[in-house]
């Protein structure tokens, strides 16, 4: 499995990472490129489902058995979406990666990163993406987001305590300074359009080596 054009959104809930990547993936479509745009967790039938039992506010899941599902899931979607993307050449845009599990689990859920990690290099071969944008914005704005997006129902994960989500921001915030080659950190405050073109400017040299 060769990966030369693996690209994914990170942040907290209400950054705006599902807009960013439709935006990034038409673009790129525009441009010419074979694009394919896929989620996490999900983004095959089996990985679905699991998202299913992951989001379900219905089930209390405890950090190892959030962990084990979201490699389970993201097994699934490395085996039969994403790898064979890549081994055709093609460009793949996903709204999370290993990086929300190492931030949920590892961060908020207080586990070990080690641990995350090892289970994706069992299920996943250990894939990491090209390059990583991680979104941040003021609180107070993801406040109004999440509220205009959920209302009073939020699922299982964003309607954990505030204190959990800022230990994933946190966590977020190192690893993008552990790894500072494949993390750009993007403001996400603003309109969509002005998020975007933050995330081009710094996909310019990248489209065109890989292009």
Known sequence: ???????????????????????????????????????????????????SLLLDTNLNWDTRAEALLFAAARSDHVTNLIGPALDRGQWVVCDRFIDSSRAYQAGGGEWSDD?????????????????????????????????????????????????YHQRVADHFRHLAATDPERFVLVDASGTPEDVHMRVMRAMANFVGEGG
């Not at 990472?17 to 490129?33: C, E, P, V, Y």
């Not at 641990?115 to 107070?140: N, R």
């Open 1 to 51: 499995m060769t990966s030369e054009r693996f690209i994914t959104f990170e942040g907290g809930e209400g950054v705006g990472k599902s807009t960013q990547a439709d935006l990034l993936a038409d673009t790129l479509k525009a441009r010419g490129l074979d694009v394919v745009q896929t989620r996490e967790p999900g983004g095959t039938p089996g990985a679905e489902a699991i998202r």
């Open 115 to 163: 641990a995350v990690l090892s289970l994706h290099t069992l299920g996943s071969h250990a894939l990491m993406p090209d390059i990583t944008f991680l979104l941040q914005a003021p609180t107070a704005e993801i406040a109004e987001r999440l509220y205009a997006r959920d209302g009073d129902n939020a699922d299982r994960i964003g309607g954990k305590p505030a204190e």
